[in-house]
């Protein structure tokens, strides 16, 4: 089977370049697969007091994903057409190690619900492992600090505050709790600067300016916390000045990657904006009508936890994107599932490797996995040079990258 694409591969496909496995010790990818999953579930393990039956499912989850294979989903399992369609009967019985690392990964967090009961039924079914740690983060001073800012923000140009909000939520991608585990200083590091490419310009033509409709912006949400809320600020402030008429969010329908965003979580955000002193308050009763009166849409669709690139997305959500004038994906996975989990060249079109996503379409992402397009070469050198490979994935790098017109 070349390249190791799952059964289900579209007649859209992009350009080509070999899918990334985690197949080599030493590598990135091998690195997630053989430690960090092992940490996360030590982590799972800890947060809540879970009975026997439940360790003893970690225990087999852990040998099955790091020495064993990919087993088949239980028969009752409540989406075991969708896993099929994913891909799962052709990796059955392989090594985690030997299919597609993004097939790998995301399936880790399926089998660990399954393993703590979060499906059910039973006492389990809905309690997200991961809460605890997101509320942390939600509950933090830096949250504090974050809102507090808000006041004075609120005085500056409006040109200004709208710049200042998409770094917010450019450079909120790096709440990702699932990462700190492994690398929470990496921040300091930095020898080159942060943003590697820059579209803005262009992302602003695409959100209704002055005079222009206020049209639909569809936000595909990465992480909870310190990531969510910047988002919903950035989508407040784009309503409330009329640079979009309506804004659609969409999330996780179960925990996944640690700390990506439920309804949830989404509901956690806005209670801890609008009970927030300030400016902060504001934001949060103003996103609260806007739920209210359907200006504001949270959407949680099965595809957003599928092990495949959006080149494969199903035609009710290619139908959806295909209405809004620019869609924001966040984060670091959702770039891979853009562009492909795929060795790219890092100088290959941004636009070349999109070109299947049904709308404009905007990246903002914290650079943490390997994957990476869209770079002009002289920008490839100076990192390569200052940081040999660590900045594509030490997360203190980031990129703003605009395709207007795929599809
Ligand atoms: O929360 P984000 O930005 O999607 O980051 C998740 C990324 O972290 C990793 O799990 C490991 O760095 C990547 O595999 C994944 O792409």
Redesign the pocket.
């Known amino acids: 089977m070349p390249d190791n694409p799952p059964p289900a591969q579209s007649a859209r496909s992009v350009p080509s370049a070999p899918v990334i496995l985690g197949d080599e010790p030493g590598s ?2 091998y690195s ?1 697969l053989a430690e ?1 999953h092992p940490a996360i579930i030590r982590q799972v393990r800890e947060s809540f007091p879970y009975g026997p039956e439940q360790h003893e499912a970690l225990d087999a989850l852990l040998a099955s994903c790091t020495k064993g294979v990919v087993e088949p989903l239980p028969a009752d399992a409540h989406d075991l057409d969708r896993w099929s369609a994913w891909g799962m009967d052709a990796y059955t019985g392989r090594s985690w190690f030997d299919v597609p ?1 993004l097939w790998s ?1 995301s399936h880790f967090y399926r089998r660990l619900l399954d393993a703590v009961g979060y499906f059910g039924p039973g006492p389990w079914q809905g309690i997200d492992p991961f809460r605890p740690s997101k509320l942390a983060e939600l509950d933090s001073r830096e949250t504090d600090e974050e809102l507090a800012a808000l006041d004075e923000l609120t005085g500056r140009p409006v040109a200004e505050q709208a710049t200042a909000l998409l770094h917010g939520s450019l450079w909120g ?1 790096r709440a ?1 709790l ?2 700190r585990l492994s690398d929470a200083e990496a921040e300091d590091r930095a020898a080159v600067p942060g943003l590697v490419a820059d579209d803005t310009d262009t992302l602003w033509t695409l959100l209704g300016g002055a005079g222009a409709a206020a049209g639909t912006l569809c936000l595909i949400a ?2 909870a916390g310190r990531e969510l809320i910047p988002d919903l600020l950035l989508i407040a402030h784009l309503l409330a000045h009329g640079r979009i008429g309506r804004a659609v969010l969409q999330v996780k329908p179960y925990p996944y ?1 640690v ?2 965003a439920t309804t949830a979580d989404v509901v956690d955000a806005l209670r801890r904006l609008t009970r927030a002193p300030g400016e902060a308050a504001a934001y949060g009763h103003r996103l609260w009508a806007a739920m209210a009166d359907g200006r504001l849409t949270v959407r949680a669709h099965p595809f957003s936890c599928a092990p495949l690139p959006y080149a494969d997305m199903p035609d009710d959500l290619r139908a959806e994107l295909a209405t809004a004038d620019l869609t924001i994906v ?7 599932r853009l562009v492909g989990d795929r060795r790219w060249p890092p100088t290959t079109p941004f636009a070349e490797v999109t070109a299947h996503f049904p709308g404009p379409v905007a990246a903002l ?2 650079l ?2 390997e994957v990476i397009t869209g770079l002009d070469a002289d920008t490839e050198a100076t990192l390569v040079a200052a940081e040999g490979r660590r900045w594509r ?1 030490s997360g203190t790098h980031a990129l703003i990258q605009v395709s207007s017109s795929p599809g």
Do not use: A, Q
Request: charged share 35%; net charge neutral; hydrophobic share 20%.
């Open positions: 990135f990818p997630v960090r690392w990964e991608n990702d699932g990462f990465d992480n990657y700390s990506d966040k984060g670091d996975l959702n770039y891979r992402r914290t943490k996995s994935t």
